[in-house]
């Protein structure tokens, strides 16, 4: 497994992460919050790479944690602070939370304060005390995350989602190699091929939450982040129609097709292929791709794609 080199965005997120513990562990001093260390744990939790992943992160753990303080403060409530009774709160609510996580994923963090709240109403604190502390530590360390998200060295969701771009047109390129190889029958590599596609699904993964992040930032996207969304749209394309290929490939009846269109397909693949590299190169350094050779084949084949006539502009 490759270990990643740490790089400049790495230490600027350690370092900023760690002013915004700093300052949320202060201004719970400053209010004298008995438990201040859960705003440091709400910061940490929520501090993204970008503003739109935060907003996100931020946002689940407010209604969380006050779903989660709601149904604690109601177990005490209902079932009082005896040791059997804390043990069927804390399940009735772990239950109920977990039943509902398919409608929002803050139902998550509701069960874990729910429990918190719990736990601390046996120390005899006043049940709407331990609730609302709770609630209002957790929500000044997101403020405070938030705030140095948006304020300090600030990163946007659209701009992760182009380097995103690059690396999917990576993966489809290597991707797109290795099929073709296995087209040939010999030179195919099983476990190459089955690492390849799950590099391509993470990185897949990985963009469509960049996107969807991007999409929650306040000021919407860029103009030059709404090219870089109309560039995922097309990887996407490619790696639908690269998995399709891959069926194909290992159909037994398209064995003689293979064979027949050997050489044509090895052209197209070699021009496809460069394409895709130089597309990739081009996005991530902020120029234009230029234009890829002619692929040449026999005369007369009447197809644009491979014609010498032929050039790939971008």
């Known amino acids: 497994m490759k270990i990643p080199t740490p790089n400049q965005s790495h230490f600027r997120h350690g370092l900023k992460t760690a002013c915004a513990a700093v300052a949320a562990y202060a201004i719970t001093e400053m209010l004298n919050l008995p438990q201040g260390y859960w705003a440091v744990v709400s910061v940490i939790v929520v501090m993204q790479t ?13 209604i969380g944690t006050a779903l989660g303080a709601v149904l604690g403060a109601l177990g005490l409530a209902l079932f009082g602070t005896h040791p059997l009774a804390l043990g069927l ?16 994923e803050s139902f998550r963090m509701a069960g874990m304060t729910a429990a918190i709240v719990i736990l601390m109403g046996n120390q005899g604190h ?41 690396r999917a047109l990576h993966d489809e390129a290597a991707l797109y190699s290795i099929l073709l190889s296995c087209r040939h029958g010999e030179d195919c590599d099983g476990g190459d091929e089955t690492s390849a596609i799950l590099q391509l699904e993470k990185t897949r993964e ?109």
Request: neutral net charge; hydrophobic residues 45%.
């Open 50 to 62: 970008n503003l739109g992943g935060s907003l996100r992160a931020g946002v689940n753990r407010i």
């Open 89 to 104: 709160e804390m399940g009735l609510c772990i239950l109920f939370c977990a039943y509902f996580i398919h409608l929002h």
């Open 126 to 166: 006043s049940i709407v005390w331990v609730a609302f502390s709770r609630f209002f530590e957790i929500t000044v360390g997101v403020c405070v995350a938030l705030f140095f998200t948006a304020f300090v060295w600030p990163s946007r969701a659209g701009r992760h989602l182009k380097a995103g771009v690059v």
């Open 206 to 314: 990985r963009n469509h939450l960049l996107l969807e992040e991007a999409k929650r930032e306040p000021a919407g996207l860029a103009v030059r982040e709404q090219i870089t969304v109309s560039l995922f749209n097309f990887t996407e394309r490619i790696a639908e129609h690269l998995l399709s290929m891959e069926h194909a490939v290992h159909h037994e009846d398209l064995e003689e097709l293979h064979v027949f269109v050997a050489r044509e397909m090895d052209l197209l693949a070699q021009t496809t292929i460069t394409a895709m590299t130089r597309l990739a190169l081009a996005i991530g350094q902020d120029r234009p791709p230029g234009h890829v050779e002619d692929v040449t084949r026999s005369p007369g084949c009447g197809c644009s794609t491979c014609c010498p006539a032929t050039r790939w502009r971008w």
